[in-house]
């Protein structure tokens, strides 16, 4: 099946309500990652599926979305301090 519906996504962060780049967006089978404005657009076909956002250093709760047609969506990621990247190595 082609995907013949548009999912534009814009995220940002919780807190400051900064755009966020570098988000990897995945709906599915269908993926992209976010511009320096926080947005992606992603070509997808009809049916229900669950969002998920995934940034070093951020969490988000994945979302439960259909798509009918064209759609656009904005989000937000909250930011979880990175623990020294060696810590489990460190003891």
């Known amino acids: 099946m082609k995907p013949e519906h548009r999912l534009t996504v814009k995220v ?4 400051t309500a900064a ?6 967006v995945r709906l599915g089978p269908f993926h992209g990652r976010t511009d320096a404005t926080g947005r992606a657009e992603l070509h997808v076909c009809k049916g229900a599926y669950q969002l998920q956002l995934w940034r070093n250093a951020h969490l988000a709760q994945p979302q439960p979305i ?8 904005e989000l937000t990621m909250m ?13």
């Open 19 to 24: 755009a966020l780049d570098g988000v990897e």
């Open 79 to 91: 930011h979880v301090p990175e623990e020294h990247p060696d810590a489990r190595w460190v003891r």
């Open 66 to 73: 259909d798509i009918d047609g064209d759609a656009s969506v």
């Open 12 to 15: 940002t962060e919780q807190s």
